[in-house]
């Protein structure tokens, strides 16, 4: 359930623009629509097989490589805000932590950003949520 946003509420200016956390997003639900690897090491033609391997989660993943690089590119201050708002969007505290578990998120967070991100469960739907309570959203935004 997403939590309204009170006119009164002081909201935390982003660093980081909503495309960019729509972007994340919308990758990161292309990432978690994956499957495990039922094949490991498949000697066959990809066309044989009905392109089937890219509903896998191998380690070299398309997607997992374009999301981290995407993250990587970005500045401090923007990994910040989304390591923030996947912790808010997760219940580890609410709009009125921001500064705090921004702090946080910089202090824990300046070199792996990526990859700590890219391994969260449902970081599309935990970002989303957060995003929904900035008073912000996905709906006008469209994936490259």
Not at 72 to 95: C, F, Y
Request: overall charge negative; charged content about 30%; glycine content about 6%.
């Amino acid at each position: 359930m997403v939590a309204k946003v009170k006119p009164s509420q002081n909201l935390p200016d982003l660093s980081i623009s909503t495309d960019k956390v729509c972007f994340v997003i919308f990758k990161a639900r292309e990432f978690d629509a994956k499957d495990v690897v039922t094949e490991p090491d498949p000697g066959s033609n990809p066309t044989d097989d009905g392109m089937l391997s890219v509903l896998e989660d191998h380690a070299d993943d398309p997607v997992a490589v374009e999301l981290a690089q995407f993250i990587h590119a970005m500045s401090e201050d923007e990994k910040a805000d989304l390591v923030t708002m996947l912790w808010i969007g997760r219940g580890d505290g609410g709009l009125d932590d921001w500064d705090d578990l921004r702090a946080e998120a910089i202090r824990l967070h300046s070199k792996r950003t990526a990859l700590y991100l890219i391994r969260q469960p449902l970081l599309g739907e935990l970002l989303e949520e957060t995003l929904a309570m900035l008073g912000r959203s996905c709906e006008e935004f469209s994936p490259p």
